[in-house]
């Protein structure tokens, strides 16, 4: 049997939408933080959380932005890449969960995409007691900055081997972390993971990552 609602969490004014899938018996519940220009209807998203729910996790999709916010304009592009705002609105869904029945027993994760990857950490800094881990799928952990030395959270990087410039980043993210920290190679995989059996090895990682905070998963590239 599994919980479904569709949530309404207020962030500082104003109202974030969510879809929160929480199965019975469940061992912790996973935020995802989109990035630019997705949502929480990402079919890549939605296809790791299927995995993960199956797993035993509940999964809250949001998104971070109102749709006003989201539209692409010259007044509200700079919402997209407004990192200080966007950890803000994780904060907010960490703080909510701890206050509803179905998931307040349940300690928070999260998997951050693109620049929502950033996000989650600011969250993860702001939130050192409550999120217990944070995954990064093909994201910019770099835009972080200073909070990526506040995160206490184990941290697991996903990256394609064929995203560089991104990999690059991501290893100049992971030594500026003091959490614990590895890095996950998908070989031959690009930035959004299209390329056979890439994103379901994505899954595979993140899942083992949340049972297992901290433990390696096959295939990782380093760790501090």
Not at 49 to 70: Q, R, V
Not at 132 to 153: E, F, I, K, N, T
């Amino acid at each position: 049997m599994t919980f479904e609602e569709t949530v309404s969490v207020p962030a500082g004014g104003v109202s974030l939408t969510g879809d929160l899938r929480v199965p019975e018996p469940a061992h912790a519940v996973v935020v995802f933080a989109h990035g630019s220009g997705s949502s929480r209807h990402s079919p890549r998203n939605r296809g790791v959380a299927a995995y993960l729910e199956a797993s035993g996790l509940g999964t809250l999709l949001m998104d971070l932005l109102t749709e006003e916010e989201d539209r692409v304009d010259e007044e509200t592009r700079e919402h997209r890449f407004d990192i200080p705002l966007l950890g803000e609105r994780v904060v907010a869904v960490v703080d909510w969960l701890g206050t509803q029945p179905v998931t307040e027993r349940l300690r928070p994760h999260l998997f951050g995409a693109s620049t929502g990857s950033a996000a989650a950490l600011v969250a993860a800094a702001a939130r050192p007691e409550r999120v217990a881990s944070v995954v990064s799928r093909g994201g910019r952990p770099d835009l972080a900055g200073d909070a990526l030395r506040q995160v206490r959270a184990p941290v697991l990087l996903i990256v394609g081997g064929h995203d560089e410039s991104v990999l690059d980043l991501n290893r100049q993210a992971a030594a500026e972390l003091t959490a614990p920290c590895h890095t996950h190679v998908v070989p031959g995989a690009t930035h959004l993971f299209p390329e056979s059996g890439a994103l379901d090895q994505v899954a595979v990682a993140a899942r083992d990552w949340f049972l297992a905070p901290g433990e390696p998963p096959h295939g990782e590239e380093g760790a501090q």
